[in-house]
């Protein structure tokens, strides 16, 4: 008997499905983004605040259920399975034994962690560079209009 199921079966299955109904409102906002940055409007850019976090914060849930499935899948072994098939060609499997497969994806277990980590930081610090230019351009609009409101008064 043999087991399908790898690692990178489970983080397709959970990505093609959550992050793909997220990536088209990310996109839209991105758009909404230039488009506000362009022609200095906040309304078109504080939508992008919300969407943006949103997005990392089910980013972020499908990152730690990846992980945990990962764990789950190959941390226990059924007494029954001797070997993991995978995938190679259209013809082609290799059976290799599963404590091999098992040390690989603890491996994995530890780097995989690490890159995704590091992109993810990459994505907070710049959520947290966005935002805050975005807030920087709101107070200085509000200054703008109330020393505008004071010029009016004063003539």
């Known amino acids: 008997m043999a087991l399908f199921v790898t690692a990178a079966t489970v983080n397709m ?15 839209i ?7 506000g940055l362009y022609m200095k409007k906040l309304k078109f850019m ?13 980013q972020f849930i499908v990152y730690i259920i990846t992980i945990i499935l990962t764990i789950i899948v ?10 993991i098939n995978y995938y ?7 059976e290799k034994p599963f404590e091999v497969v098992r040390q690989y994806m603890f491996d994995r277990l530890i780097l995989y962690p690490v890159l995704v980590s590091i992109g993810y930081l990459i994505e907070l610090i710049y959520y947290n560079i966005t935002g805050s230019y975005i807030e920087q351009f709101e107070n ?16």
């Open 13 to 27: 299955l959970i990505k093609k499905s959550l992050l793909a109904l997220i990536d088209v409102p990310v996109i």
């Open 29 to 35: 906002s991105f758009v909404f983004l230039i488009i």
């Open 46 to 58: 504080k939508q992008f605040i919300y969407i943006y976090l949103g997005y990392l914060v089910i």
């Open 74 to 83: 190959f941390g226990m072994r059924n007494p029954n399975i001797n070997a």
């Open 88 to 94: 190679v060609n259209v013809d082609d499997f290799i």
């Open 140 to 155: 200085n609009l509000e200054k703008e209009l109330e020393s505008r409101k004071l010029e009016e008064n004063e003539q």
